[in-house]
């Protein structure tokens, strides 16, 4: 891929991952992961093997808010589900 090329990818996913985390969105780190495959890719293509150290680095922060965020969705999802068909006695 053209070095060119591979500069849009990197800033199009990773700026993705981040606007999602912003929102709140639980599957954004799993986004900002991928893009950290696709660093290691462009630091072996290019030869330019820091880049590998920060892609590491970074695929642990993002998987430990990846693992918290999944956590706490299905908490929610859960407590939703089991909330939505409680209702006190005589409740309408």
Known sequence: MHNQLWSWVLTVVGITG???AGR???WSWY???ACQVLWFAY???TKQYGFIIAAILYTIVFSKNAI???KEQK???H???TTS???PTGAP
Do not use: H, M, P, S
């Open 43 to 45: 630091a072996i293509i």
């Open 75 to 77: 908490e929610a999802t």
């Open 18 to 20: 981040f606007i999602l």
């Open 85 to 87: 068909g409680d209702r």
């Open 68 to 70: 918290a965020w999944t």
């Open 79 to 81: 407590g939703a589900q």
């Open 31 to 33: 986004i900002n992961i």
């Open 24 to 26: 709140k969105v639980w």
